[in-house]
Nanobody, 125 residues
């Protein structure tokens, strides 16, 4: 049973916005750092953003800084990725990931225990 389910992907024009959601179940959500990764065709999965258990600390890959924000609602067991000023190079399958820990700077695929099934984001030029 996959405890993470993403939603909110779709097709958008360059410059547009999307908000991804990731709902967790079967986890003590507030004990987990949550992250978003993405994988474009023919490329490795890459880190996008992470938020610590409380939501106080966040960290982004350089290419999305100033355009994407990550937030969480521990009462709803949900993490969000707000994506603004989207570019064609943001096109990818976006994955939600979770790991136990009180830190923030978990940026490697191997550091995460749970993964969602992914949601497609396509940005047209």
């Amino acid at each position: 049973q996959v405890p993470l389910v993403e939603s909110g992907g779709g097709l958008v024009q360059a410059g547009g916005s999307l908000r991804l959601s990731c709902a967790a179940s079967g986890l003590t959500f507030s004990s987990y750092a949550m992250a978003w990764f993405r994988q474009a065709p023919g490329k490795e999965r890459e880190f996008v953003a992470v938020i610590n258990w409380s939501g106080r600390f966040t960290y982004f890959t350089d290419s999305v800084k100033g355009r994407f924000t990550i937030s969480r609602d521990n009462a709803k067991n949900t993490v969000y990725l707000q994506m603004n000023s989207l570019k064609p190079e943001d096109t990818a399958v976006y994955y939600c990931a979770a790991r136990l820990g009180s830190g923030t700077y978990y940026t490697r695929v191997g550091e995460y225990y749970y993964w969602g099934q992914g949601t497609q984001v396509t940005v047209s030029s």
